[in-house]
C-alpha cells in the first residue's frame, strides 16, 4: 500500500503545480505543463502563448517562479522552462480563457463561442465543442453547446482523440464555467480504414512462366520420345511381318517341288 499511497500523493502534488502555475501564468496563455523526474532532478516545462511573460525580464519571473515552487511544494533541483504553443488556436486550455475573457469584458455568450468556434475549425481542427454554463441571460441556470465537426462524448476514442479545456469567468450575476473540446486534425477514428492495393507478383510471374515453359519443354520432349518409340515398334513389327512373308513364300514354293 505504500507504493499506491506515494503514486496518489504524487499525482494530488502535480495536480496542485498545475493549477498553481495556471493562476500565475494566466496573463500569458497558459497551454499546459509538463513534469519529468530526471537523475538530476524535477524538469518543468510550461507551454505558453507568449512565453516571454513567464520568463521576465532577465529571467526575473520564472526564476522567481521556480524559487516559489522549490517552497510550497517540495521540490530539489527544479528547473523550469517556458516554450512557444504551436498552434494556440488548437489547445482548449487558451481557448477556453479567450472566452472567458470575451465574457468578463462583456461579449454576448453567443457571439463569444460562435466566433472562437469558427476560429478554432479555420485552424484545422477536426471537430469542436465549447459549453458555456452558468446565468448566461437571467436568474436561472442555463447550459448551451456550440458543435462542430466530428465529437466524441465518452468511451476509450473520447479519452484518447479530445483534449479538454476548462476555465471561468466572474461576472456579477455569477461564475460561468467554460468547457473546450477539440479534436485534433491528425487524430483517426476508429472507423477509419485504409485500403492498401497488393502491389503484383513480378518476380513470382516470371518463375511462374518459367515453369510453365519447362514443364512445357518436358512434355514436348516426352511426346516427341514416345512417338520415337512408338516408330520403332512400328518398325520391328513390319520387319517380322515381311520376315513371315518370306518363309511362307519359300514353304510354299519347297510343297510345290
Not at 28 to 37: D, E, H, P, T, V
Request: proline share 4%; net charge neutral.
Amino acid at each position: 500500500m505504500t507504493v499506491v499511497k506515494e503514486m496518489i500523493k504524487e499525482r494530488v502534488r502535480r495536480a496542485q503545480v498545475h493549477d498553481y502555475v495556471q493562476k500565475k501564468t494566466t496573463r500569458a496563455g497558459f497551454g499546459g505543463l509538463s513534469i519529468q523526474r530526471t537523475p538530476l532532478g524535477t524538469h518543468v516545462r510550461i507551454a505558453a502563448e507568449r512565453p516571454g511573460l513567464v520568463i521576465g525580464r532577465k529571467g526575473s519571473d520564472i526564476q522567481k517562479l521556480t524559487e516559489e515552487l522549490e517552497r510550497k511544494f517540495g521540490y530539489e533541483n527544479l528547473q523550469v522552462e517556458a516554450g512557444e504553443v504551436n498552434n494556440f488556436a488548437l489547445n482548449p486550455l487558451i481557448m477556453a480563457a479567450k472566452v472567458a475573457n470575451a465574457l468578463e469584458r462583456g461579449w454576448n455568450y453567443r457571439r463569444a463561442g460562435n466566433s472562437m468556434l469558427q476560429r478554432i475549425m479555420d485552424s484545422g481542427a477536426r471537430g469542436c465543442q465549447i459549453t458555456i454554463a452558468g446565468k448566461l441571460t437571467g436568474l436561472r441556470h442555463r447550459t448551451e453547446k456550440f458543435l462542430s465537426g466530428h465529437i466524441k462524448f465518452c468511451g476509450e476514442t473520447a479519452l484518447e482523440l479530445m483534449d479538454v479545456g476548462i476555465a471561468q469567468a466572474k461576472l456579477k450575476p455569477g461564475t460561468i464555467g467554460v468547457k473546450v473540446a477539440i479534436m485534433h486534425p491528425d487524430a483517426k477514428l476508429p472507423d477509419e480504414i485504409e485500403v492498401t492495393p497488393i502491389p503484383e507478383p513480378v518476380a513470382e510471374v516470371k518463375d511462374e512462366e518459367s515453369t510453365d515453359e519447362t514443364e512445357e519443354e518436358t512434355t514436348k520432349e516426352e511426346t516427341a520420345e514416345e512417338v520415337k518409340e512408338e516408330k520403332t515398334e512400328d518398325t520391328k513389327v513390319e520387319k517380322k511381318a515381311k520376315a513371315d512373308k518370306k518363309e511362307k513364300k519359300s514353304e510354299k514354293k519347297g510343297d510345290d517341288k
